[in-house]
């Protein structure tokens, strides 16, 4: 298991994490740190725990909010499939009559040609 050592809101903390994940860890740290700061210009020193709080409440309000564009899109993929799926069902229907329309006309043609070049009367 890995170790990292990170900074948030000038307190050193030192984290486990799996192998590998070290710049992901500092990424996030980083990301808790700068909407800390952020927080901090905002409202001031109203102490270190209501800033935390906040930071977390709004990180939590960003999840929730992907979460629902997530699951919208989710939806709105499904529906899209569906449609997709109307649309190559119709577009068999479609070719099949197409392909009896063309059939029928080239029998006909062939009945007309079979017509003409028959026996020839003279007068």
């Not at 903390?13 to 905002?42: F, N, Q, W």
């Not at 999840?63 to 709105?76: F, Q, S």
């Not at 029928?104 to 007309?112: D, L, N, T, V």
């Amino acid at each position: 298991m890995a170790q990292v050592t990170v900074t948030i809101a000038g307190r050193v903390y030192r984290m486990a994490c799996a192998d590998g994940e070290e710049p992901h860890l500092e990424d996030l740290a980083r990301s808790v740190d700068a909407k800390i700061a952020e927080l901090h210009t905002s409202f001031g020193e109203i102490g270190d725990q209501r800033i935390i709080v906040m930071a977390a409440l709004t990180f939590a309000d960003e999840l929730g909010e992907a979460k629902r564009r997530i699951a919208e899109m989710e939806v709105d993929l499904v529906n899209a499939r569906q449609e997709s799926s109307g649309y190559h069902s119709q577009n068999e229907v479609w070719s099949q009559e197409v392909a009896d329309a063309i059939g029928s006309a080239a029998s006909r043609i062939e009945g007309a040609a079979q017509l003409l070049s028959g026996p020839k009367t003279t007068m």
